[in-house]
Nanobody
């Protein structure tokens, strides 16, 4: 079993940056695909970005491409989401997820483990 704990959320002005972290415990994340999803108030949870188990493949939602970057630190068993040029529409609870398959998919049903989420609020 994996336990995922997100951190780094907060309030930021439009145009600002944040770095979210997802600390993984229980097992090494080495063979898992890791992803970030988000859920805004009144909306369904949506895929943001994912990285495959080897770190060689990433997938970004069009809405964040060029602004967000995912990275994985095997030594620290942590995944980061670097967010730049944040906009009010990025406001959401951000969730970290892990998939045993090692493959990045955009559907949340493909992920076996989830964190509790961290709130990101972008003010205009």
């Amino acid at each position: 079993q994996l336990q995922l704990v997100e951190s780094g959320g907060g309030l930021v002005q439009a145009g600002g940056s944040l770095r979210l972290s997802c600390a993984v415990s229980g097992r090494s994340l080495e063979y898992y695909a890791m992803a970030w999803f988000r859920q805004a108030p009144g909306k369904e949870r949506e895929f943001v970005v994912g990285v495959n188990w080897s770190g060689t493949g990433t997938d970004y939602a069009d809405s964040v491409k060029g602004r967000f970057t995912i990275s994985r630190d095997k030594d620290k068993n942590t995944v980061h989401l670097h967010m730049h040029s944040l906009q009010p529409e990025d406001t959401a609870v951000y969730y970290c997820a892990a998939a045993r398959s090692g493959i990045v998919l955009r559907v949340d049903s493909a992920y076996n483990f989830w964190g509790q989420g961290t709130q990101v609020t972008v003010s205009s």
